[in-house]
């Protein structure tokens, strides 16, 4: 069970991602959490996000629960408020 989690999206890392045979530039983002134990887990690899909206982070958090995640106690990111309306709605009760 992961009792945090650590949103890791620099915010000035973007990268040339090929998309619908385009080149487009997209947010990368790495998705680490802390077990029980203490311990840093990768739970996403850094993966590209075409946008940052509620919807792309609500899917990602549905992925990760697919995966195993069953409960979230802490978020730590920045103050990206399309992800706390998807971690609210995912995980109600998670801190900031």
Known sequence: ?????????????YEKVRY????????ILLICGINEAGRREVLAAPRPMLEE???????????????????LALVISGAHAELAAAVRKNFPGASW
């Open 20 to 27: 619908d045979g385009q080149m487009v530039s997209m947010t």
């Open 53 to 71: 909206s509620c919807e792309t982070y609500t899917q990602l958090l549905d992925q990760l629960k697919q995966r195993g995640l069953q409960s």
């Open 1 to 13: 069970m992961t009792s945090a989690i650590w949103y890791r999206g620099r915010m000035v890392l």
